[in-house]
């Protein structure tokens, strides 16, 4: 599977964004497609994912109540929509989709098998 992420840039304090990841391709069956995030410096962090099968969405603690990760099926696509972003949210913000049922909240990016090129999300004053 090919996934293209779009939708970042610079944004205030206290903005919103909205990131968009379009899967296309063969292996359209994953069974979860999410996001990871990479400051400069740090390592990859997961952000959230969800299943493909019953389209529940599981999101790291620092990102949970401003973040919402949906999916409209028929376009094959994922939305992040990002609300109260922090200068700590700032980073480049990876899709990524996993074959094989994950447990909840599962955020190792090694089973993630697929990913798209990164989109920069800058949040600044």
């Known amino acids: 599977v090919q996934l293209q992420a779009s939708g970042g840039g610079l944004v205030q304090p206290g903005g919103s964004l909205r990131l968009s990841c379009a899967a296309s391709?063969?292996?359209?069956?994953?069974?979860?497609i999410g996001w990871f995030r990479q400051a400069p410096g740090k390592e990859r962090e997961w952000v959230s994912w969800?299943?493909?099968?019953?389209?529940?969405?599981y999101y790291a603690d620092s990102v949970k109540g401003r973040f919402t990760l949906s999916r409209d099926n028929a376009k094959n696509t994922v939305y992040l929509q990002m609300n109260s972003l922090k200068p700590e949210d700032t980073a480049v913000y990876y899709c990524?989709?996993?074959?094989?049922?994950?447990?909840?909240?599962?955020?190792?990016?090694?089973?993630?098998?697929?990913w798209g090129q990164g989109t920069q999300v800058t949040v600044s004053s």
């Open positions: 990524a989709a996993a074959y094989g049922e994950l447990p909840a909240y599962y955020s190792d990016p090694s089973y993630f098998a697929s």
């Open positions: 391709g063969l292996n359209l069956d994953y069974d979860a």
């Open positions: 969800i299943g493909n099968s019953d389209g529940v969405a």
